[in-house]
C-alpha cells in the first residue's frame, strides 16, 4: 500500500526505490523529509531515492552509491536539496512551482528523493553541481562545469535574480552573465527572501529583499533588487558568507578572521558579533542567529535564544555543526548526534518542553544505523539530517 500511495503522488515516477545513507526526522507536511510520506517524524529515518520507471539511472541512483556521499542540505519552505560528494543533487518535498528542478505539472510533489537534472545551452546536460542554496520557494544551482548559476521556483520580490518582474521559473534558468567572465561563485547562501554569494575576487553579490540593509546600506531605499548586484562597503576580502531572514553575515580568510553583519539588528545580531572570528571552519545563521565553528572544536552564537536555539552552557566540544531555521544538530567529539532549540515538529528528538523547545541543554539523538558510520548532519526549515557512509 505504502509504495502504491507514494507512485500516486509522484505520478508515477518512483517505481524504483533504494535507500540510501541520509537520514531524516522533523517537520514533513510536504513530504520534504524523502521517506516517502507527508508524516512528521521524531527519530531519524532512512530516507529513499528513486529512479524512474525504466531503470536507465535517469535520475542518477547509481551514482549515489556505497562510495558516494551526502555531504549538504538545504532546505527552502517545504523542499530540501541533498548535494553529494560527487556534485550530484537530489531534491525532495513541495515542486508545485518548480522548486525541485523537475517539470511541476508532471510532479507536483517529490516524498522521496530524485535526482535533479538541468538542460542548459544548446541542449547540455547538466548533472553536477558546486553548491546549492535555497529560497522560501526557489532553489539554486551552481554548474559544476562550467560555474553558471541556474535557478527555478517562485519569488516575487526579486528572490529568482533574473530581472524585475521575473517571478517565476517553473523549470530551471540560467541567472545570465553572472558570475561575470574570468570570476567563480566561491560561496552562495539564501534564507526567506534574499540571496548573496562571494566570488573570486572577494567581492560580494547579493539580490532579493533589501529593505533592512541584508544586501548593502546602499540599496535600502531600492527595496528590491531583481538581478545579481554588487554589495559595497565590505573593506576586506570575502571569502564565506551566511544568510539570515533579515541580515547577511559575511567573513574573511580563517587566517584573519574579519567579519561583517549587515541588516536588521533585532536579537542584537549586528551589535553582537565579535571584532574577529579567526580559525573559523563554519560560518552559518539561523533565521535570527549566528553561528561559528572554529578548528579547534568550539563554537561561539549570538542572537535569538527565546528557544534555545542558541549553544548550550557546557555542552562538550562538536565535531560538526548544522543550523537550521531556529535549531541546530550536532555531532559531538563523542560521535553522539544531538539537538536543541525550537522542536515542535519532532526535529529535536521527542523530549521536548510544552512549548515544544530544547532549551538551555540538548537532546541526544537515537540512532538506528548499524553497520554505518556518521559523517555529517543537517538542518533546515525545522528539518535535521543526519549523513552516514
Known amino acids: 500500500m505504502l509504495v502504491s500511495n507514494i507512485a500516486s503522488a509522484n505520478n508515477g515516477l518512483t517505481q524504483n526505490k533504494k535507500q540510501m545513507p541520509l537520514y531524516a526526522f522533523g517537520s514533513n507536511g510536504s513530504g520534504q523529509l524523502g521517506i516517502g510520506h507527508m508524516d512528521d517524524v521524531s527519530v531519524p529515518t532512512q530516507c529513499i531515492f528513486t529512479t524512474d520507471d525504466t531503470g536507465d539511472d535517469q535520475n542518477g541512483i547509481n551514482d549515489a552509491s556505497a562510495q558516494d556521499e551526502p555531504i549538504r542540505i538545504v532546505a527552502g519552505g517545504n523542499h530540501t536539496l541533498a548535494l553529494f560528494k560527487s556534485g550530484a543533487v537530489y531534491a525532495a518535498g513541495s515542486n508545485k512551482n518548480g522548486q525541485c528542478a523537475h517539470d511541476p ?30 529560497t522560501w520557494e526557489a532553489s539554486f544551482f551552481v554548474d559544476a562545469e562550467q560555474g553558471h548559476l541556474y535557478v527555478c521556483g517562485v519569488g516575487a520580490k526579486g528572490e529568482l535574480g533574473l530581472g524585475e518582474n521575473c517571478v517565476e521559473a517553473s523549470s530551471a534558468m540560467r541567472i545570465s552573465e553572472f558570475p561575470s567572465a574570468g570570476k567563480e561563485i566561491v560561496s552562495i547562501s539564501s534564507c526567506v527572501s534574499h540571496t548573496v554569494v562571494t566570488l573570486s575576487d572577494g567581492e560580494v553579490h547579493g539580490w532579493g529583499i533589501s529593505r533592512k540593509g541584508q544586501l548593502g546600506e546602499g540599496n535600502i531605499q531600492k527595496k528590491i533588487l ?69 578548528k579547534d572544536g568550539s563554537a561561539i552564537s549570538w542572537g535569538r535564544n527565546d528557544r534555545g536555539q542558541l549553544l548550550p552552557p557546557h555542552l562538550p566540544r562538536r565535531a ?44 541526544e539523538v537515537p540512532l538506528n544505523i548499524e553497520g554505518s558510520t556518521v559523517t555529517g548532519v543537517g538542518a533546515g526549515c525545522a528539518t535535521s539530517w543526519v549523513m552516514t557512509s
Open 105 to 134: 505539472s508532471r510532479v507536483p510533489s517529490l516524498l522521496q528523493f530524485s535526482r535533479v537534472v538541468i538542460v542548459g545551452e544548446e541542449g547540455r546536460r547538466i548533472d553536477r553541481f558546486n553548491a546549492v542554496s535555497a
Open 226 to 294: 531583481w538581478t545579481p548586484q554588487k554589495v559595497e562597503g565590505i573593506p576586506f576580502f570575502a571569502c564565506q558568507v551566511a544568510c539570515g531572514r533579515e541580515f547577511t553575515v559575511i567573513a574573511g580568510h580563517p587566517e584573519t578572521g574579519e567579519i561583517a553583519v549587515l541588516g536588521s539588528n533585532k536579537w542584537d545580531v549586528l551589535s553582537g558579533r565579535p571584532k574577529e572570528i579567526k580559525e573559523y571552519t563554519i560560518l552559518a545563521a539561523s533565521w535570527h542567529g549566528v553561528y561559528v565553528h572554529k
Open 320 to 363: 560538526k555543526l548544522a543550523i537550521g531555521s531556529e535549531h541546530v544538530v550536532a555531532i559531538l567529539e563523542s560521535s553522539k548526534v544531538v539537538a536543541f532549540g525550537w522542536g515542535e515538529h519532532g526535529n529535536c528528538g521527542t523530549n521536548t518542553d510544552p512549548q515544544g523547545n530544547v532549551a538551555g541543554r540538548w537532546n
